[in-house]
């Protein structure tokens, strides 16, 4: 089949290398893609994805980032009679508004902290009494793991109401492990993928701002068997239930004392959850894709290697503030244990240079978390930008728990 990916960072890069290598897929599409994703698949400008799709006679769609599912790509594929894996745009603002994804989550009875919603700096002011510092504070749209802030002290509050855009969420503090859950899900069922860990903070130690994410790993020991079933029987087969979702549901979860719960909704994979995650999938990638767009998945449709993989993000200097860019990207074709997914590079005369916030993701399998996180590293000390920065200390809370 004809494939076509949209979108243009890491992620994407990730989705075209594994779907490139599906023995289903004959022709392999990207819209915009990168440099990286050029040396798997055709590269596209074209940011009308329904005439490119019928131009190049596309069987199958896959939408990477959340941007274009808001704006309702996937209702318009359905409408001109196309398969695309995806939510419609009224289910993509389960991410797109976190006043309706808390609204929703009350509505099902689906566990999540408890919130309050404030129109303007004196409502979150009077709200501050019903709550306990640290305190959460997040804007209701889209912001690219950037809106939310935990505040220690009220002052710290005080401070951020003056640069927060409102209306915004106050919630309580949940204490305990992040784990990305994402499943795949056709309008009716839904099928789990492995689970993950992001690293959102800056910094090593998790400290200094949130940023989209400086690195992930995945491996099959995060979650117990119970946990999963659990997870997608109380938290993501509830929302496919009621809204009928197509395409990848990414529960954000806290492991809290008490059970999971659910900090925030995706509606596509996580970036840079899918950089390890398509490392560890053993089965051809469109078939299953083109089975949740049928409406027609099965538990057999997913299969993993056991092995983990940890992806360490390689960021320009400033992010996630201001970021200096162009800078010549050197050692990309070194060789180590793993493979290099190019987010924000571009193709120039002189070479590929840096050109966004998150650069590169450098990715590897092992066959202990340890091994794999040694691999990655490998690859990370072979490539040199200006500026670049990393953290050192991806997956290392993940050995810690293995002890
Ligand atoms: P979100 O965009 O809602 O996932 O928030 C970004 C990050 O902020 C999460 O990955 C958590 O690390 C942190 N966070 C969000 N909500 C809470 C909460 N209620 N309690 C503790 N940490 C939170
Ligand atoms: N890595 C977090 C996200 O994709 O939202």
């Not at 309580?172 to 492990?177: A, V």
């Not at 784990?179 to 839904?190: E, R």
């Not at 509830?238 to 809290?256: D, N």
């Amino acid at each position: 089949m004809k494939v076509l990916v949209i979108g243009g960072g890491g992620r994407e890069h990730a989705l075209a290398w594994r779907l490139a290598q599906a023995p289903s897929v004959s022709e392999l599409h990207c819209a915009p893609g990168n440099p990286g994703s050029a040396s798997v698949a055709k590269c596209h400008l074209s940011s009308d994805y329904v005439v490119l799709a019928e131009s190049l006679g596309i069987d199958l769609t896959v939408v990477g980032p959340e941007a274009p599912l808001v704006a309702g790509v996937v209702d318009k594929f359905r409408a001109a009679g196309r398969y695309i894996v995806g939510p419609t745009a009224q289910n993509a603002a389960l991410e797109g508004s976190k006043i309706y994804s808390k609204r929703f989550m009350e509505k099902l009875g689906i566990p999540t902290a408890r919130f309050e919603t404030v129109g303007s700096p004196d409502e979150a002011r009077a709200a501050f009494a019903g709550f306990r510092f640290p305190l959460v504070l997040k804007t209701d749209g889209l912001a690219a793991g950037k809106g939310v802030v935990i505040a220690q002290t009220q002052a710290e509050a005080e401070d951020a109401l003056t640069q927060l855009t409102y209306p915004l969420v106050m919630e309580e503090f949940l204490e305990g492990e992040e784990v990305s859950f994402i499943a795949l899900c056709d309008g009716k069922t839904a099928v789990a993928l492995e689970p993950s860990q992001d690293h959102k903070r800056i910094f090593d130690n998790d400290e200094g701002p949130n940023t989209g994410g400086m690195g992930a790993y995945s491996h099959s020991g995060l979650l117990t068997p119970e946990q999963r079933s659990h997870i997608l029987e109380a938290i993501i087969l509830p929302v496919v239930h009621a809204t009928s979702f197509t395409g990848f549901l990414y529960a954000g979860l806290m492991m809290t004392a008490s059970g999971p719960s659910v900090l925030e909704f995706n509606v596509r994979m996580g970036d840079p959850e899918t950089q390890p995650l398509m490392m560890r999938l053993d089965c051809d990638w469109a078939e299953a894709l083109m089975a949740s767009a049928r409406g027609a998945l099965t538990g057999s449709d997913l299969r993993w290697k056991p092995q983990p993989a940890t992806c360490v993000v390689l960021a320009s200097a400033g992010y996630p503030g201001v970021i200096e860019s162009h800078k010549l990207i050197t050692g990309l074709d070194a060789k180590f244990k793993g493979e290099v997914f190019h987010a924000g590079t571009r193709q120039t005369h002189d070479g590929i240079v840096t050109a966004g916030g998150r650069v590169l993701g450098v990715t590897a399998l092992g066959d202990t978390l340890q091994a794999s996180i040694h691999n990655a590293y490998a690859g990370v000390r072979q490539i040199q930008f200006d500026g670049m920065q990393y953290r050192k200390d991806i997956g290392v809370r993940g050995l810690r728990r293995l002890q």
